[in-house]
Structures are given as structure tokens and as C-alpha cells.
């Protein structure tokens, strides 16, 4: 009796744990990889068990298949490498969606360049704008170095308006868009811009500088709601098929509430198919200006999205006048530009929120240095993980003087299109811009980003060919700090899903984390460095879903 009794609950509990592990049957199983899981030991697995939005085992091929139930769906990854989606570090991924535009990403030929656009043209509505805002420069075309002329615009795009902006150097525009923009031999120079002009004073079809250049954007239309949610679709789509599943997003200039509201709706609808965490943005130029904020500041609570679409603090700008920019060697610390900072970082230090400032020149880093280490003795910043982006002449002294503070250190592939331009302006210091051998050596956190749309191309594999390689786009050497596949893989990828607090869900293929990982055409370690930037994911899923497939697998 005894016996039988104590057999019924041997009995009961067994059955409980069957019932138990039925229920842990996964949804789909990857297996027969190369999961190159990122976790701490850097572990690369056979297999990938995933039940709902969530990996639920790693390990190898009989392991994992222990996980298989009836419904579960198999995926024979035959030897592919799997690695953990991509997030970006730094992106202006909220305000690209403005416009469908023709992107010259890695594009090394200007005769094709010219294809494209004659493509393009082709397939255009009479009338319609042809957009290249950024993301590519003359120096990446190897056939021909150069940008546009007015004829050759003209000769491929007769009617349609085309505008082709160098990162924020000068736009070339046709006939069609100097006529729609109302450009002509009467029109005055924009602020901070030039409007090219020939002997006779007619334009050219070049507006240079950045003046130039937004004063150009500022004239190309809107478009309506339902388009700009199917750009943003589209956009977010491109994303996933280059490997993107996350981003900080850094705002920028003219982004306004509508921005976030269109990719609001998609989150919304649950179409939103990559993760975005953003922070408020704001430029301030004036003392006036910077009170203003300080309220908003005091207003602000982070965190109340979710892990589709969530604001994580305040940045990236913090005051206008105290800004560096990477193709500038002249900026000078004003003590009274320097007060401002503090007011504000004292503001986002009392209201305990995570603040990432835009700082690249090595006096600029000094001086917001100097601002946070004061306010660190009032107010302690250290939990707060606050970051500095771009860091392009970061000394060791000064990652020294990060580490104490407890920050990230974010850092990007612009040399990728404006490597060139930065030797021009900064010499043999842009062999070290930006110091990525230096910070890796440091200890210290840091993530790779691209700082897409308008001053890099956006695909991530090219950011981790730069970092690999000091090359950029057109083939030339521009960096001498490289650091290996591994460190920048990291980088890429469970570094900054640390930077946007999402460490307990993102950034390695661990069980508990949400199963977010790209399939690889080729192996990441394995191919030759230049072939890198060539690496296509076959298959991208975000929280367990197929959010892109390549017609090869
Ligand atoms: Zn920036």
C-alpha cells in the first residue's frame, strides 16, 4: 500500500513534468549551423530552439531536437553561420522615411550611379522627385571621383526633379528641381550655404555647404500619411534584409513629432519590424532656448514603451554652440557655450535619466568631461550609463576618465564615405579617427554604428568591414586603428543592446533572450576580410519571426 502510494506520486509528478514539457515543445528549431552565439564566452553552438518571441535553448544539434514536438518546425541551417541581429549604435533611421529615395550605398562607379538614376527615372510618375539625401561621397566613386553635372542630370532626367546631396557637403540638382526649388540667377546664397553660379550667374545645379544643403531638402515635399508609413515600411524592410533588428536612434535636424508618430503607428499595428530606442532630441541655441529645455527635462519619463519602440533618455544634441563636427579642425571650448552644457546635464543627472552626448574633437570631449565629473559630485551619474557618440580623437586619458563615470563609448563608420574628405581637413591624425584599436584596448564599453542616413551608408556589414579593414568604400586605407571580426562583432551587436539597457533581451543568442538573429550567406570569420562588406543575411527574424528571406534559402 505504502509502495503503491509512493509509486502514485512518483506516477503524478512525472506526468506533471511531461505535461510540463510538452509545453516547452519549441516552435522552430535551427539546426546543423555555425550559431555564433556572442554570449560571454563567445560559444558557437549547432542549434537554436525558439518557442513565442524567445530563444528557449542553444547547444547542439541532439540537445536542442530534444525540444521538437509535433508542431515544431525544423530549419536545416546546412552549415550557415548564425549570429545575433545587428543593432546600430547611431542612426537617423526615424527621419529617412521622409522620402523613398534612390540610395548610392556602396555604389563605386559613377557611370553607374548614372544608371541607376536613369533606372529610376524610368520607372517614376511625371513629376516625381528623385532623392538621394546623403549617404555616399564623391570619393567612393573609383571610375570617376567626382559629383554631377547640370547636363548630365538633365540628359538622364528630363522632367523628373533630381536631387543628389553629397553626405552634407553640396547637392546636385537637374534643371526639373532648380525649377521646382525656384533656383535661379536671382536667388541669394541660403545661410551657411552657397548656390554655385557660371560666368553668366546662372546656377550650376551645385549647392554646397550645409546651409546649402538643407536649404535644398527644405524644398523637396512631404509626402502624405499613407505614403510616408509605406516608405517607412519599405525602409524598415531594407533594414532587415542588410541585418538591422535594433537601433538607437539619434533624431536630427528637422525631425519633428510626426517623424515618431508614423513609426508610433506602425508599432502600433505590429508592423513595425525591427526595434528602435530613441531619445528626445533637442538643439537648443541661446540661454532662452536652453530654459525651455530644462522644463521638457523635468517633464520627461523614459521607459514607458516597450522593446518595439521606446524612448531611453535625452540627446543627442545638447547645446548647439558647443558642437563639434567631424570635418571641422576649429572648434573652440567657450566657457560660456561650456555653463549651458552644464545646466543641462545637471538637469538630466537630478532627473536620474541616461543622456548620450554627440561629442568628436578631443577638446570637446575635454571640456563635456570637465562638466560631467563636476556634476558626478552633486549628482552621481555613474548607474546612469550615460554615452558619448562619434569620439572620432578620444585620448586614452580621456576613456580613463569615461570608465570612472561608467560610460559607453559609441563609435561609427563615417570614414567609410568620408575617410578622403577627413585626411583634407584633420592630416595624420585621421589615420586615428576614430581610435577604435584604442577604445577596444581601453576596456571600456563601446558599440559600433553607423550614423546612417545622411553621413554613411547604412548597411551594418560595411560598419564591420571598416572597423576590420581602416578601408572605405572605393577600396582606399583611411584608418590604421582596426580591430578583429570578433571584437567588432561584439561591438555590433551585445555591447549595444547593453547601451540601450536591453542586455537581458538582446545582442546574443542565449536562452531567455528574444530570438533575434540573422542567417549568413557566408561565413563572418571565414571569408576573406574584403569580402565582409559583401555578406547578405538569408534570413533575419526579430522576437521569432521571419522578418526577411532571401529567395536562396
Ligand atoms: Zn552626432
Redesign the pocket.
Known amino acids: 500500500m505504502q509502495l503503491t502510494k509512493r509509486f502514485c506520486a512518483l506516477f503524478a509528478i512525472w506526468l506533471g513534468a511531461a505535461a510540463a514539457f510538452a509545453a516547452d515543445r519549441a516552435d522552430t528549431i535551427l539546426l546543423n549551423g555555425r550559431i555564433v552565439t556572442v554570449d560571454g564566452r563567445f560559444t558557437i553552438a549547432q542549434a537554436v530552439a525558439i518557442r513565442g518571441q524567445r530563444i528557449i535553448a542553444v547547444g547542439n544539434n541532439a540537445d536542442v531536437l530534444e525540444l521538437q514536438g509535433r508542431g515544431t518546425k525544423l530549419v536545416d541551417l546546412r552549415k550557415r553561420t548564425v549570429i545575433p541581429g545587428l543593432i546600430d549604435n547611431?542612426a537617423h533611421f526615424i527621419r529617412a522615411p521622409e522620402h523613398d529615395e534612390m540610395r548610392l550605398d556602396g555604389v563605386t562607379s559613377h557611370q553607374r550611379a548614372l544608371a541607376m538614376l536613369a533606372e529610376r527615372v524610368r520607372a517614376a510618375k511625371p513629376g516625381e522627385w528623385i532623392v538621394t539625401l546623403g549617404g555616399w561621397s564623391e570619393d567612393q566613386f573609383t571610375d570617376e571621383p567626382r559629383g554631377f553635372t547640370l547636363g548630365e542630370l538633365d540628359a538622364v532626367a528630363p522632367e523628373n526633379p533630381v536631387v543628389l546631396q553629397a553626405i552634407y557637403s553640396q547637392s546636385y540638382l537637374n534643371g526639373a528641381a532648380l525649377k521646382a526649388a525656384g533656383i535661379d540667377a536671382t536667388t541669394p546664397d541660403p545661410r551657411g550655404g552657397k548656390i554655385e553660379k557660371d560666368a553668366a550667374g546662372n546656377p550650376t545645379g551645385v549647392v554646397s555647404g550645409p546651409g546649402g544643403v538643407a536649404f535644398v531638402a527644405a524644398k523637396i515635399p512631404l509626402p502624405e500619411d499613407e505614403q510616408w508609413l509605406a516608405n517607412a515600411r519599405k525602409f524598415v524592410a531594407g533594414l532587415n534584409a542588410m541585418g538591422i533588428t535594433a537601433w538607437y536612434d539619434?533624431g536630427g535636424r528637422g525631425v519633428s513629432e510626426k517623424h515618431y508618430q508614423i513609426y508610433r503607428t506602425l508599432a502600433q499595428r505590429g508592423e513595425l519590424n525591427a526595434r528602435v530606442f530613441w531619445t528626445v532630441t533637442r538643439q537648443p541655441a541661446t540661454p532662452a532656448e536652453v530654459d525651455k529645455v530644462l522644463a521638457e527635462i523635468q517633464q520627461l519619463t523614459p521607459f514607458q514603451g516597450d522593446d518595439i519602440f521606446d524612448n531611453i533618455g535625452w540627446g543627442?544634441?545638447v547645446y548647439l554652440p558647443a558642437t563639434t563636427s567631424l570635418l571641422r579642425n576649429d572648434f573652440v571650448v567657450r566657457p560660456e557655450d561650456m555653463h549651458q552644457v552644464r545646466r543641462i546635464v545637471q538637469a538630466v543627472a537630478e532627473g536620474g535619466i541616461f543622456l548620450n552626448a554627440?561629442v568628436e574633437m578631443e577638446n570637446a570631449i575635454d571640456a563635456y568631461l570637465d562638466e560631467y565629473e563636476a556634476v558626478n559630485k552633486v549628482e552621481p551619474i555613474k548607474g546612469l550609463r550615460w554615452a558619448f557618440?562619434?569620439l572620432d580623437q578620444v585620448t586614452d586619458a580621456q576613456l580613463e576618465r569615461m570608465k570612472r563615470l561608467g560610460m559607453y563609448a559609441g563609435l561609427h563608420g563615417r570614414p567609410l564615405i568620408q575617410g578622403a574628405l577627413m585626411h583634407k581637413v584633420h592630416g595624420e591624425r585621421a589615420w586615428d579617427m576614430p581610435p577604435l584599436r584604442r577604445v577596444q584596448d581601453s576596456g571600456i564599453v563601446w558599440g559600433l554604428g553607423s550614423?546612417a542616413t545622411a553621413v554613411t551608408t547604412i548597411n551594418p556589414f560595411y560598419t564591420l568591414w571598416f572597423a576590420v579593414t581602416g578601408r572605405m568604400i572605393g577600396g582606399r586605407k583611411v584608418n590604421r586603428q582596426t580591430v578583429t571580426r570578433e571584437e567588432a562583432l561584439i561591438a555590433h551587436t551585445r555591447s549595444n543592446a547593453y547601451f540601450v539597457f536591453q542586455e537581458d533581451n538582446l545582442g546574443s543568442i542565449q536562452p531567455g533572450k528574444y530570438a533575434d538573429l540573422l542567417v549568413l550567406d557566408r561565413d563572418y570569420f571565414r571569408v576573406p576580410a574584403d569580402q565582409i562588406k559583401e555578406i547578405k543575411p538569408l534570413m533575419t527574424m526579430v522576437g521569432g519571426r521571419v522578418v526577411y528571406q532571401s529567395g536562396n534559402f
Do not use: L
Request: hydrophobic fraction near 10%; proline fraction near 0%.
Open positions: 547611431h539619434a543627442e544634441s554627440h557618440s562619434h550614423d
